[in-house]
């Protein structure tokens, strides 16, 4: 159980260009998602927390108009990088926090996070 | 200042032998939560051991022990037994209580490898 995908795993694009990343929790409903941004040989930075049905609550230093967060769904969280450039290329990676009191997984706690497996974008 | 810290970015270690990864952490809050994520070179992040704040015993998952030492405010990883497929990136991770949007804040991390 408590399985978070993302799609796509990898991408590369053109500068200029919109990339959509997607979010899922396969068998648990996630009212939080987080989106978090790695530098290669650096720590995983959050850039935000993804509440469904409303808005994303961005960290500071981060552009909302740059990332755009959608949380439509208790399973899906979009992370749309607008108008990419190559200092946008990152590895992303997200989680999602199991939303259903008392829902263990392998006795672990109800509101821990569950990370996603990445998605790697290069922007040429 | 560093909310969490760890101050080794890379260790080696004898396969079989064990290792303790460091992680200090500062906080004001009295709930908060200990985390430690191993992360191999594909890129995922492995939930590995938790140690909540109130938790009077150090937790253990298999050969993953966590040193809680509340007052000095650190919580080292204890990897028994080391194996090769334990070289990896190693990342300590607090959740703090008072804010309620649950945020993990990551230490810089430490590489791990496991000499044959």
């Known amino acids: 159980g408590a399985v978070v995908s993302q799609h796509p795993s990898w991408v590369i694009c053109k500068s200029g260009t919109s990339v959509k990343i997607e979010c899922r929790s396969l068998d648990f409903q996630a009212t939080t998602m987080f989106w978090y941004r790695q530098f290669p040989k650096q720590s995983l930075m959050l850039m935000a927390t993804?509440?469904?049905?409303?808005?994303?609550?961005?960290e500071q230093g981060v552009e909302k108009d740059k990332f755009l967060i959608n949380h439509a769904s208790l399973t899906l969280s979009t992370l749309t990088v607008t108008s990419a450039h190559p200092e946008d290329s990152s590895f992303y990676i997200c989680s999602a926090r199991v939303a259903e009191p008392g829902l263990a997984f392998q006795g672990r706690y109800y509101n821990e996070q569950f990370f996603g497996p990445g998605t790697r974008l290069t922007v040429l | 200042a560093q909310k969490i810290t760890q101050t080794q970015p890379g260790m080696f270690v004898q396969e079989k032998e064990a290792v303790t990864l460091d992680c200090t952490y500062d906080t004001s809050d009295q709930s908060y939560g200990l985390f430690w994520y191993k992360q191999p070179s594909s890129g995922e992040m492995i939930f590995l051991i938790y140690?909540?704040?109130?938790?009077?015993q150090n937790a253990t998952e298999g050969r993953y022990s966590l040193n809680f030492q509340k007052a000095r405010k650190s919580a080292n990883l204890v990897i028994s037994a080391s194996q090769l497929g334990d070289s990896a990136m190693y990342f300590c991770?607090?959740?703090?209580?008072?804010?309620?949007?649950?945020?993990?804040?990551f230490g810089s991390g430490t590489r791990l490898l496991v000499r044959p």
């Open positions: 991770a607090m959740r703090e209580g008072v804010d309620s949007s649950y945020k993990l804040i």
């Open positions: 140690q909540g704040s109130y938790d009077e």
């Open positions: 993804s509440n469904e049905g409303s808005k994303a609550t961005y």
